[in-house]
């Protein structure tokens, strides 16, 4: 059990479009996920915490207003690039808390290139 | 301040050798859980071992061994007779909890073990 799916896998858009991500745990209920950027070579960067029926917590630099987070339900967070740029190009993983369980559990992650 | 170090930042070795990955952490915290995940090129972080605070054994599964050492907030992972299918970029991450959930995650280690 614990598993996290995120879709798309990947994604090509054009600059200044916009591009939504979905992350949804398929065989449990997540009270809270994460999203994390990750670029080339480098680590997981948490962007924000997100709680199911309340507002995201965004980490220190990341716009608010750039990546809306939805957490609408217990199994489905969404992250929405806005107005995309070259530089959001990376790579976007979700991960989910399990009530019970003292881990996160990741989803395969997305990868967004800007064009 | 709460924070993990990799200092290797890159290792290659070749196959059959044993291999080891440092982690050092720091944390104020009395409970802490500790993490480490195998990143391979698709992308899909793949958990490998956590640890609690009060468990200082060391444990081994297969090929993998870990030695954690809160005397010198170490988490040290091992791979013995390293095969061509260990090269990833492993990840040490550390988890409070203080309720969120929230890892903090090493820079990683990119392993390349060569036939």
């Known amino acids: 059990g614990a598993v996290v799916s995120q879709h798309p896998s990947w994604v090509i858009c054009k600059s200044g479009t916009s591009v939504k991500i979905e992350c949804r745990s398929l065989d449990f209920q997540a009270t809270t996920m994460f999203w994390y950027r990750q670029f080339p070579k480098q680590s997981l960067m948490l962007m924000a915490t997100?709680?199911?029926?309340?507002?995201?917590?965004?980490e220190q630099g990341v716009e608010k207003d750039k990546f809306l987070i939805n957490h609408a339900s217990l199994t489905l967070s969404t992250l929405t690039v806005t107005s995309a740029h070259p530089e959001d190009s990376s790579f976007y993983i979700c991960?989910?808390?399990?009530?019970?369980?003292?881990?996160?559990?990741f989803g395969p992650g997305t990868r967004l290139t800007v064009l | 301040a709460q924070k993990v170090t990799q200092a290797q930042t890159e290792i290659s070795v070749v196959e059959k050798e044993d291999v080891t990955l440092d982690c050092v952490y720091e944390?104020?915290?009395?409970?802490?859980?500790l993490f480490w995940y195998k990143q391979p090129p698709s992308g899909e972080l793949v958990f490998l071992i956590r640890?609690?605070?009060?468990?200082?054994q060391n444990e081994i599964s297969g090929r993998y061994s870990w030695n954690f050492q809160k005397s010198t907030s170490s988490f040290n992972f091992t791979i013995t007779a390293s095969q061509v299918v260990d090269s990833a970029v492993y990840f040490c991450a550390l988890d409070t909890t203080s309720g969120t959930y929230k890892y903090i995650f090493g820079t990683g280690t990119r392993l390349k073990v060569l036939a």
């Open positions: 944390t104020r915290d009395t409970t802490y859980y």
């Open positions: 997100s709680n199911e029926g309340s507002k995201a917590t965004y």
């Open positions: 640890r609690n605070s009060f468990d200082e």
């Open positions: 991960s989910a808390n399990r009530e019970g369980a003292n881990e996160q559990f």
